[in-house]
């Protein structure tokens, strides 16, 4: 761990603040600093009176909870343990009765652009259904049942279904390969797999359940008793008599009414794996209560939901984001969202703005690498800028995954939010359940990558390696000092690394959040700067990754993507190796040493010599994340020109490290 203080970190100033539009302040659910204020001071004057009120008026319990918070056992903290509820009873029963009941739940749009909708009503059949299905295969609470979708309709039934009768979920994303869910099925323990025969992306038919079925042979996965098998194209693929059966045959003479089953509220809602950016993916476990308190609360805050709206989160429900703003938080609100099974850039780099002004979409949250790809995109070709859809309908984006750069915020500003919206942008990982760090678009001023101010109650700091303050301007280690309701409850399985990695002793027990922050001085806006694995330390000055990635991309005539490394050096300790994706496509020869010159100055001009990165290096792409997050560990090692012998299981593009490794 290192700390990030330099003189270097100024250098980069923000200077362009956007107040919030004032008819928007006026409606909105915190609506201006001085109501920001009051909830924070509520939270900082009686914490346990703060989160209790929140979890009575967010969450419906069957049993009230008496206690709030017990920490006697920390880190393992508990919420509300005393209480009961039940976490789909919350998204969908709880409008039954109410005009919510007969209202547009899911807008689904298929890969191929046809529409399937459906009513709170017509979902809580189906997941109620599905349940029994669940049931009637030997399924009970607190078994563990490995869902490994496309995203559909089905999916989020799946999992909403799991939750009725008090099963576990862990969603896998339909990315991933056998290997990686066979490992996930092993180190959760399904008793059930819940499959689709294919899945449609990019007007392709992919296969789900020979991957499940390859998965099961890897071995050590007898625990798997049945596999449901979703029909989602009429192709046939192969089924294991007894073992597999399609959902038509499970759902088959199942009633459509399930009584969802109270739980504790700290019984194990789902358990899901960290994208693995940083290392080996962690299996992450959150409690019941806790995290729909928080799921339905920052739907309300963050994305000012209102009954009008038309929500979409683009994230896949195999992450985090897709969990919490898609398959618990919109629903828990009564809200109308929109579900895509595709990919953006099918069947053009249009088909976002498309969609939103197909469906009236009012709320658009998705992650700086899809904008960072649309905005090539559209540079290069006319036809798919967003311009050419009416976009009229949005009146707040979102962001979330990774850092946006500035210049990218002001792309996604200017041409999807026509300068009238709002962008939240969303700093939180799988570990924390939802928000931790964001504007809220009725009150906080914005500033382009910054994710501005804690959540109320979110006690979120910056401190140096011994867990003691670091003063504003001067960057850090991002903490958080206090547990949260909807905070990870432990690493599946592995307590100790759980210990190991949020609250290691030298910390004062606080949470480490593993990224690097610095806060202004001015307005104490929190900025990320990066993994603290990845702070650069160059010639003695300490520089974030992020600093110098956004000095590149603000080259925006070439430059569409960045990351940047150190890699050791015996002149200057450590020396900058950046990794970069032009817009017109990778460089070779003269042109690649003519334009790595020109990237050396500009950077030299907009942060300093000493930030000029030493080894440049042109791809097509950026090692990255199935869910679309840059791999640094893995540039580290090609810049010292190692071998890769690092958990890869989570890559999306292994074929990029050969061209990123050639030093040409
Ligand atoms: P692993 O923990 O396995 O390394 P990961 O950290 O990428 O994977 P996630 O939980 O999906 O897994 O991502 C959380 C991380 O994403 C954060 O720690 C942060 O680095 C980054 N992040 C998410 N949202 C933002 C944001 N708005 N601004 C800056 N960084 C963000
Ligand atoms: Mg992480």
Same mark, same amino acid.
């Given at each position: 761990m290192s700390t990030a203080t330099s003189p270097i970190e100024s250098v980069?100033?923000?200077?362009?603040?956007?107040?919030?539009?004032?008819?928007?302040?006026?409606?909105?659910?915190?609506?201006?600093?001085?109501?920001?204020?009051?909830?924070?001071?509520?939270?900082?004057?009686?914490?346990?009176?703060y989160w209790a009120r929140l979890a009575r008026e967010n969450v419906v319990w069957t049993k009230p909870f008496t206690q709030v918070l017990d920490d006697s056992n920390a880190p393992f903290f508990r919420w509300f343990a005393d209480g009961e509820l039940n976490a789909s009873a919350n998204c969908l029963d709880r409008h039954i009765g109410t005009p919510v009941e007969h209202k547009t739940a899911i807008i689904f749009e298929a890969d191929d652009g046809q529409v399937t909708k459906v009513t709170y009503r017509e979902l809580l059949e189906r997941v109620s259904q599905f349940a029994n299905a669940l049931k009637a295969h030997g399924v009970q609470k607190g078994d563990r049942v490995l869902i490994y979708m496309p995203m559909t309709i089905e999916g989020v039934v799946a999992m909403q279904a799991c939750a009725r009768i008090g099963a576990t979920h862990s969603v896998v994303f339909g990315g991933f390969s056998a290997k990686a869910v066979q490992e996930r099925i092993v180190d959760v323990g399904a008793s059930v797999v819940v499959t689709a025969n294919y899945q449609m992306r990019g007007g392709k038919e992919l296969p789900l359940k020979a991957i499940v079925d390859e998965a099961l042979a890897l071995g050590g996965c007898e625990g798997v008793r049945?596999?449901?098998?979703?029909?989602?194209?009429?192709?046939?693929c192969a089924m294991v008599a007894g073992r597999d059966k399609t959902f038509g045959e499970v759902l088959q003479g199942q009633s459509t009414e399930c009584a969802p089953v109270a739980v504790e509220a700290e019984h194990p809602l789902f358990i #899901?794996?960290? /994208?693995?950016?940083?290392?080996?993916?962690?299996?992450?476990?959150?409690? $019941? =209560?806790?995290?729909?308190?928080w799921a339905r609360q920052t739907v309300n805050w963050t994305?000012? #939901?209102?009954? /009008?709206?038309?929500?979409?989160?683009?994230?896949?429900?195999?992450?985090? $984001? =897709?969990h919490t703003y898609v398959a618990y938080g919109p629903l828990a609100a009564g809200a109308t969202q929109i579900v895509f099974e595709g990919v953006p850039t099918y069947p053009?780099?249009?088909?976002?703005?498309?969609?939103?002004?197909?469906?009236?979409?009012?709320?658009?949250?998705?992650?700086?690498?899809?904008?960072?790809s649309l905005i090539k995109a559209a540079d290069s070709d006319e036809k798919v800028h967003p311009k050419n859809w009416n976009l009229s309908s949005l009146r707040l984006l979102g962001s979330v995954g990774e850092p946006i750069n500035p210049e990218a915020w002001m792309w996604y500003h200017k041409h999807v939010g026509g300068e009238r919206c709002p962008i939240v942008d969303t700093f939180w990982q799988t570990e924390n359940g939802g928000h931790m760090i964001t504007p809220l678009p009725g009150a906080t001023p914005l500033v382009p990558g910054s994710c501005t101010l804690p959540l109320p109650g979110i006690a979120a700091a910056i401190v140096d390696e011994a867990g003691n303050d670091m003063p504003d301007g001067a960057g850090g280690i991002l903490v958080v000092k206090k547990p949260w309701p909807s905070m990870i409850r432990t690493i599946w399985g592995d307590p100790e690394r759980f210990k190991k990695s949020y609250f290691p002793e030298e910390l004062k027990g606080y949470y480490l959040a593993g990224d690097g922050a610095v806060r202004s001085a001015d307005r104490g806006y929190f900025r990320i700067t990066g993994r603290i694995d990845d702070v650069l330390n160059v010639s003695g000055h300490r520089m974030g990754t992020m600093e110098i990635e956004s000095a590149l991309v603000a080259k925006t005539d070439l430059v569409a993507e960045a990351a940047v490394v150190g890699r050791p050096d015996d002149l200057t300790g450590e020396a900058i190796c950046a990794f970069v994706v032009l817009k017109r496509g990778r460089p070779h020869g003269e042109?690649?040493?003519?334009?790595?010159?020109?990237?050396?100055?500009?950077?030299?001009?907009?942060?300093?010599?000493?930030?000029?990165?030493?080894?440049?290096?042109f791809g097509e792409n950026l090692p990255k994340t199935r869910s679309g997050k840059i791999m640094r560990r893995l540039l580290r090692s090609l810049a010292k020109g190692e071998a890769i012998t690092q958990d890869t299981s989570t890559l999306e593009n292994p074929a990029i490290l050969e061209q990123l490794a050639d030093t040409h």
């Open positions: 980069l100033v923000e200077n362009r603040v956007f107040p919030p539009p004032a008819g928007f302040s006026a409606k909105a659910a915190v609506s201006g600093m001085d109501q920001y204020q009051a909830l924070c001071t509520e939270a900082e004057k009686d914490y346990q009176g049945h596999v449901f098998v979703y029909e989602r194209t009429p192709t046939a #899901l794996y960290t /994208s693995g950016s940083t290392g080996k993916p962690k299996g992450v476990q959150h409690a $019941t =209560g806790g995290y729909m308190l994305f000012d #939901l209102k009954d /009008s709206d038309v929500f979409w989160c683009t994230a896949d429900i195999g992450w985090i $984001t =897709g053009n780099a249009g088909r976002f703005w498309q969609m939103i002004e197909r469906h009236g979409c009012t709320i658009f949250y998705t992650a700086p690498t899809a904008i960072r042109e690649a040493k003519q334009i790595a010159k020109e990237l050396r100055d500009w950077v030299a001009k907009e942060i300093g010599p000493i930030a000029k990165p030493k080894d440049i290096r």
